[in-house]
T-cell receptor
């Protein structure tokens, strides 16, 4: 079956621009997570959705970052006024119900480069 | 929050067993131990998880110490495709009931032909 997909795979933008990153989770998975991975580091949690609602957004670094999941499936991570420090790989994962014992299935990531 | 400690790197030869250790001395009784790995230029993938008993699946085995303060991921016959960063994670450790994964630095496994 189809796994988690993310688009675009690569995004190059200029400082100050707005970007949107898309995640298509596995069909039927109610839980969706966004993580960010800087070079040489492990992924860092950004936000967790259960259905349409953001149950935990404690990992979003500041108010330039926002994410939505309006119909409980596809999610979009939005970054306003991008900065060079936002350059990273943004990973999306989904799991069946969000329980901590659930397996999380990760997408291939979107590599964001801010020039 | 319970934390995990892993060696920065390990090396193995192809077709030999690999034992990847993880220390989690502050683990609580309800914390599950999960292992994920990340192959180059890919997202992480689930490997195995357990609570108290040793666990086996088609990818690996997980040996959990009796006091649960450490665990070992065992790859029975390493292949070149097993070269990856391996992460030992306690998803419950932040006090959440959902899978908020906290990745550390992980162990970089190099497999030599």
């Amino acid at each position: 079956g189809a796994g988690v997909s993310q688009t675009p795979s690569n995004k190059v933008t200029e400082k100050g621009k707005y970007v949107e990153l898309r995640c298509d989770p596995i069909s039927g998975h109610t839980a969706l997570y966004w993580y960010r991975q800087s070079l040489g580091q492990g992924p860092e949690f950004l936000i967790y959705f259960q259905g349409t609602g953001a149950a935990d957004d404690s990992g979003l670094p500041n108010d330039r970052f926002f994410a939505v999941r309006p119909e409980g499936s596809v999610s979009t991570l939005k970054i306003q006024r991008t900065e060079r420090g936002d350059s990273a790989v943004y990973l999306c994962a989904s799991s069946l119900s969000g329980l901590s014992t659930d397996t999380q299935y990760f997408g291939p990531g979107t590599r964001l480069t801010v020039l | 929050d319970a934390k995990t400690t892993q060696p920065n790197s390990m090396e193995s030869n192809e077709e030999e067993p690999v034992h990847l250790p993880c220390n989690h001395s502050t683990i609580s009784g309800t914390d599950y131990i999960h292992w994920y790995r990340q192959l180059p230029s890919q997202g992480p993938e689930y490997v195995i998880h357990g609570l108290t008993s040793n666990v086996n699946n088609r990818m690996a085995s997980l040996a959990i110490a009796e006091d649960r303060k450490s665990s070992t991921l065992i790859l029975h016959r390493a292949t070149l495709r097993d070269a990856a960063v391996y992460y030992c994670i306690l998803p419950n450790a932040g006090g959440t009931s959902y899978g908020k994964l906290t990745f550390g630095q992980g162990t970089i496994l190099t497999v030599h032909p």
